[in-house]
């Protein structure tokens, strides 16, 4: 008389399994896709940088990466993302490339957005492999009509009080040749930041007396599992993935920006997309020198 009742219980374990397997899945799969992929964090972080001038103590970067429109942003979507980015009060905006994923056509459209986006010390970026795979010329275009000074193995000068910061960019590892030596006449003593689009170019960087890097094109990995990390990453992206790092035996940082788009899978599970609030600070070791 009880094997009918013990079946029929095996039977409800076993369905209560799979059902809850496949709910489990499903709103994981839907949370990663509709939620976390909009779920923008927005990181603040203080960074002593030796030969920082007085006058840029407390400057303000705002540094945002890989937005991959036309895959994860179309142009309308800009605003909201654009006025969480000018929230920030930024002094100087910083923008490490992959402005577009394939398709470059809805670039004109965004430039009124971009060209809302305000810094006093301007707005600079450098291009990703992504940009330069598909229409490096349509990209640079945009962001110039919006105001930002495109960095191709170049630098600029930023003045304050007769004090001098450098803007160094970069050309893409994957796709482009980066050329250090051409982007910036090394000047002894003048505080330097370097826009790469990828992060691992740091192993290069870090035998020049630069300061700090800062990169996207890891995206973090878009998944990152729980005491395991991400998966998966792309070429130039396998060292140094997310956040800070110091490199080794050399005095430069490199911060790598999470992006706040997607590639190949437009989903993110635990690697929520970023913008991030970098503010310098003087290194009282080496002031004044
Ligand atoms: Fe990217």
Redesign the pocket.
């Known amino acids: 008389m009880s094997e009918p009742v013990l079946t029929r219980r095996q039977f409800l374990k076993r369905s209560f399994s799979k059902w809850l397997g496949l709910g489990l899945i499903s709103i994981t799969g839907f949370y990663s896709y509709a939620i976390e992929t909009k779920w923008i964090e927005i990181e603040k972080l203080s960074l002593t940088i030796p030969h920082l001038p007085d006058a840029f103590q407390n400057l303000r970067i705002v540094h945002f990466s890989?937005l991959?429109i036309g895959l994860s942003y179309d142009p309308e979507d800009l605003p909201t993302v654009l006025d969480q980015i000018q929230a920030l009060n930024p002094d100087l905006l910083c923008f490490t490339g992959?402005l577009v994923t394939d398709d470059t056509s809805m670039l004109p459209a965004t430039v009124p957005f971009f060209k809302k986006l305000q810094a006093p010390f301007g707005k600079f970026a450098v291009l990703?492999n992504?940009d330069y795979r598909h229409s490096a010329e349509n990209v640079k275009k945009c962001l110039q009509q919006s105001g930002f000074h495109v960095l191709l193995n170049s630098h600029q000068m930023i003045e304050k009080d007769g004090s001098r910061l450098a803007i160094v960019g970069v050309d893409d590892q994957v796709e482009g040749v980066p050329d250090l030596e051409k982007a910036w006449h090394q000047q002894q003593n003048v505080a330097t930041i370097l826009l790469s689009h990828c992060p691992d170019f740091a192993d290069i960087a870090a035998k020049y007396p630069i300061a700090l890097q800062l990169s996207?094109?890891s995206?973090g990995g878009q998944v990152r599992l729980p005491l395991i990390g991400h998966i998966v990453t792309p070429p130039f992206a396998k060292k140094y993935v997310q956040g800070l790092y110091s490199v080794p035996q050399s005095s430069l940082q490199v911060y790598v920006n999470r992006?706040l788009g997607t590639?190949l899978l437009p989903i993110r599970f635990h690697c929520r997309p970023q913008i991030s609030v970098i503010e310098l600070t003087v290194d009282k070791h080496f002031a004044n020198q």
């Open positions: 890989d991959h992959d990703g992504h996207g094109h995206h992006g590639t």
